[in-house]
């Protein structure tokens, strides 16, 4: 069956009409420009076309506070999302709101890195080293380290501290007890292994810094620790003592920071935002 010309015509003026129905309706809601394309009335953005963007699109990325800050202040952030458990916060500019919504587009985000040397620190914790490479890494970091001996109280310089560790031997002293009774006998041994040294050992050792640039000094106290391998060697550890209290206080410090040097006008949360998708 073929069409007549009539019917062709007819078809071919509805569908302008409906053309131009959804290109006012369109027009009318969308905030970005496009065109409806007769063959299947499907939407075309031409947007790439203009010669500017409808909106504003993009994230700003820092590691700074201040820097953060000040970005939120001049483009005037609607909502900051600050995480609980990283250093990392997200503010929305166009967000919205439940009644009026809006596209998202424009973000800032910030995640702070701890210090180098900081992380170093955090990440030697309870590692297990040996004589040697342990008295390279106090050596190496001298500097930002105070030592106090195995009595908890005789302040160490850190080169006695080093020197003691490199002396360290292991000392192996057996005891064997006997008790006579009137109607038996008993008989216990052990043997005890300790670490000695010519000099006064080590027991703390204080490590004072920053773990950003824009937050407060804090102090990582390490135990130095003594492990026995098999029989005849041994191995060492600085083992942090409270660190995830310490990384918690932290914590809190940055979320207090961000709150006081964020906009009035922005409304902060601590927690993640998603947009949810039907």
Not at 164 to 192: D, M
Request: charged letters at 25%.
């Amino acid at each position: 069956m073929s069409l007549t010309k009539d019917a062709l015509e007819h078809i071919q003026q509805n569908q302008s009409v409906l053309v131009e129905q959804v290109q006012k309706a369109f027009d009318e809601k969308a905030d970005f420009p496009a065109a409806v394309l007769p063959s299947n009335l499907s939407i075309k953005d031409v947007e790439p076309y203009l010669e500017a963007p409808s909106r504003f699109r993009g994230i700003f990325s820092t590691d700074s506070i201040s820097e953060f800050a000040r970005y939120c202040k001049d483009f005037s952030a609607q909502k900051c999302f600050v995480s609980s458990d990283k250093l990392f916060a997200r503010a929305h500019f166009d967000l919205g709101a439940p009644g009026e919504p809006e596209h998202n587009t424009h973000k800032a985000e910030l995640e702070l890195d701890f210090d180098q040397t900081w992380q170093l620190m955090t990440t030697v914790d309870r590692q297990r080293h040996s004589q040697r490479n342990i008295a390279e890494f106090l050596e190496d970091h001298q500097n930002n380290l105070v030592a106090v001996g195995v009595d908890s109280e005789t302040p160490l310089s850190m080169t006695a501290a080093v020197a003691a560790i490199r002396k360290i031997t292991i000392e192996r002293v057996r005891n064997v007890s006997n008790e006579a009774r009137q109607l038996g006998h008993t008989q216990s041994e052990f043997e005890r292994i300790d670490a000695k040294s010519d000099d006064l050992m080590p027991g703390y050792f204080t490590f004072k810094g920053q773990p950003h640039m824009e937050l407060s000094e804090r102090e990582i106290l390490f135990r130095l620790a003594f492990h026995m391998v098999g029989d005849n060697s041994f191995q060492l550890s600085l083992n942090a003592v409270k660190l995830p209290q310490l990384l918690e206080e932290i914590q809190i410090e940055f979320k207090e920071k961000l709150v006081e040097v964020l906009p009035e006008e922005t409304g902060t949360y601590i927690g993640r935002f998603q947009t949810a998708r039907n």
